[in-house]
């Protein structure tokens, strides 16, 4: 099923997911028009999308997801929503009410477009994180959307998304002025790797600084799967045409899937050192103190802030909440998504772990430079 002739809203257009969503659509879908709703969209992103094009619209909407009435504007006469747009905090640095806003009132203001404005598909990117890990660390291995897991969520990243994807996944089959439903769905990424990461960017740079040695976080048992970000963009496609299909969209619709690919099952940490030993990157090769002791240090800093608190906002760098999803064995099976959306992944671990080295290798000497500088 295609997507030809459709108006598609990618909201988090300028994001790291949502470039990649953007650029898929023009290089296989004969889309009419894309909207590429965020904060801002560079002008550079533009420009680098001349190459694949061809006759389809691209239209800018910048603006505040918080704000119904842009909302309504983007949404007018559109077929196909992809939502990306959300706060990522794992440190619990942004206020709540901020994350909040952005990451369940957007997504509700944007639900409340969709219905106002007969948009008949939503996909939701939700996150690994909305399962936990629990707060006891208990691991799943191969998990899928049938595993029971008692988890009460700690992070306000983990809480919102979790509300955010429960009211995208209730708005589903809700009647639209012109008759028809609306067809939601959530998709469950695991850590989302590649081109852009932000957050791989962050940790070479930590190792820049610790004299080209990655630091060690996670124990080499825990093991996860992180997903590239080629393989997570073409699922999202996969959704779409599914919930396009008359045939799929009843069995999909509703209903949320775990996207994973064949990246090797490793810790963080390992990770880390995986796309980074080609760059001259070691690893520390145990944590830098027992898992015990690393738990009382994030205790007493978390304490301390508490103590703070009343009179100036302090985060700590590592809650024991963090450095429990970094040590718990968590893994998903992407069997379901590729049963029900007919997703496969398109990239390999060897194809992706090249293009995500390539790309830090493209920053690695300016990030030198600018720690040479200071």
């Known amino acids: ?18 470039k990649r969503l953007v650029r898929l659509l023009l290089e296989e879908e004969k889309t009419a028009e894309i909207r590429l709703l965020d904060k801002e969209i560079k002008p550079q992103f533009l420009q680098s999308l001349e190459d694949c094009k061809g006759d389809t619209k691209l239209t800018v909407f910048e603006g505040d997801i918080r704000d119904g009435d842009f909302l309504r504007k983007s949404c007018k006469g559109a077929s196909t929503v992809f939502h990306f747009a959300s ?11 901020e994350i909040y806003g952005v990451n369940v009132t957007g997504t509700k203001l944007l639900l409340e477009a969709c219905l106002q404005e007969s948009v008949t598909s939503f996909i939701y990117t939700s996150t690994i994180e909305v399962m936990g890990p629990n707060s006891k660390g208990e691991p799943i291995i191969n998990g899928t959307e049938e595993t029971v897991y008692d988890c009460n969520l700690k992070f306000a990243y983990s809480k919102t998304k979790k509300e955010a994807e429960e009211r995208t996944l209730q708005a589903h089959n809700e009647l639209l002025p012109n008759g028809s439903r609306l067809a939601t769905c959530a998709l469950r990424p695991m850590y989302i790797y590649g081109e852009g990461c932000r957050f ?13 040695v990655l630091y060690r976080m996670s124990l080499p048992d825990a093991l996860v799967n992180p997903v590239y970000v080629g393989n997570v963009a073409l699922a999202h496609l996969q959704a779409a045409r599914s919930l396009k299909d008359p045939v799929k969209r009843g069995a999909v619709g509703g209903k949320f899937y775990f996207i994973s690919d064949n990246t090797p099952h490793i810790s963080y940490s390992d990770f880390n050192h995986a796309v980074m030993a080609p760059l001259g990157f070691s690893i520390q090769e145990k944590l830098m103190v027992p898992l015990p ?18 009179f100036v906002r302090v985060v700590p760098p590592l809650k024991r909440k963090l450095l429990t999803m970094l040590n718990t064995p968590f893994s998903f099976s992407y069997q379901k998504a590729q049963r029900d959306l007919g997703y496969t992944p398109r990239y390999t671990w060897q194809e992706a772990r090249k293009r995500t080295t390539e790309w830090l290798a493209s920053h690695l000497q300016q990030e030198r430079e600018k720690i040479r500088s200071k």
């Open 87 to 97: 706060i990522i905090d794992v440190t619990d640095s942004v206020e709540y009410s």
């Open 293 to 310: 002791v690393f738990y009382l240090v994030c205790f007493l800093m978390e304490v301390v802030c508490m103590i703070l608190q009343p």
């Open 1 to 18: 099923m295609s997507l030809r002739g459709d108006v598609c809203v990618v909201t988090g257009a300028g994001g790291f997911l949502g």
């Open 200 to 212: 791989l960017l962050g940790h070479m740079i930590d190792g820049i600084r610790n004299s080209n």
